[in-house]
């Protein structure tokens, strides 16, 4: 037990000597990590774009339509800005905006007469949600004034020719006659508008809830086990240095044992681990809504299965052939954890048939496992089970490599 807390130390105090090395492994993710909380932060993300209009009308509907981005949850989604026309074409041509909608001029006075009219909408090719959610908004703006002429297009069209040739204001008896055509209209209306019948029921969901998650919340817990398997990786390459160098080679001559030299290396693992996970879940917790309670009990979990990552990728490194052959077996070795396991793209993202694969790699079996905790939805019996598995892997892969590290150091 000694020798095995004197060879934990000597690694940890070498990876105190070669800080860029785990710097390069740990900060890499992190990295990625600080950068969805400056993109996506810690609510639900929306989609942010701007949409130049060029109103060549500048009439009172030509306004009520440009208003109509400005109003509820359009307006935290769309930035609008009146550009003119020449203005607003080379905009949209370096692609810095969504769309581009052009007005034309007499565009108001065409609809209060049901005269032809048309409104141009230019997309940006290199978007696809906004420009799409723009285009339904003008759709259903064309919608409304063909509906709107129906109703009331006679009137609308009275409006329209204004007063008589030479005179000031229309004709009293006409304003009159107006005021009670629309006022018979809205109370035809009322049945259909109060009470509406098309009533939206919604639900608030807590910020704490399982089912309120945004894609930040499902990348992040990804992006931990993504710094575990570097740092395993990086980890498990040190057998070869210490064969190369001899240090295997010197230890087969104490009376102490390889099985001691393996447990040390594993307890610096899974120190390495522990704290690399404690502060990747840390910094997930901005972006995420992850109960404090849950984040030591996360970063116990996630460094137990660092771990067994670290003793299966120390197999393969002990059944190379050299160290080439190593370095190259293990990407081989986890790349494919890293793009189907979650690390990458959050399994529930990922196609049904990817995800079932997924989630039976080691670090995605693990990976959920970690979310649910996180969520607070753990079972305790399932949890006894997965840690129990756990351990049994962790311990038949020590005990495998603890065997063929006394060859391998000859």
Known sequence: MRFALISALKDLRRLRRDPVALGLWIGIPLFIVLLMYAMFGRGETKPQGRLLVSDEDASLLSGLVVGSFRQGPLAEMVQVEKLPREQADRQIRAGRASAWLIIPKGFGRAVLRNEPTRLTLVSNPAQRILPGIIQETVSVMVEGGFYLQVLAGEELRTLAQGPAPGATAMPDATVAQLSVRFNRLGQKLAGWLDPPRIQLATEVRRPGSATQVNFA????????????????????????????????????????????????????????????????????????????????????????????LFLLLALIQLYATSARAAHILANIAVFPMMLLGGSFFPLEVMPESLARIGRWTPNGWALVQLKAMLAGTVEPARLAAAAALLAGVGGAAFLLAARRLRTFAL
């Open 217 to 308: 919340a499902l990348f992040m817990p990804g992006m931990v086990f993504l710094v575990l398997l570097f740092v395993a990786q990086g980890l498990s390459a040190d057998l070869w240095k210490e064969r190369l160098r001899g240090t295997l080679r010197r230890v087969r001559t104490t009376p102490h044992s390889t099985l001691s030299l393996l447990g040390g290396k594993l307890l610096a693992a899974a120190l390495v681990f522990f704290a690399a996970s404690l502060a990747g879940l840390g910094c997930a917790s901005l972006v995420a809504n992850i109960r404090p309670g849950s984040l030591l009990p996360g970063a116990l979990w996630s460094a137990a299965a660092g771990a067994v």
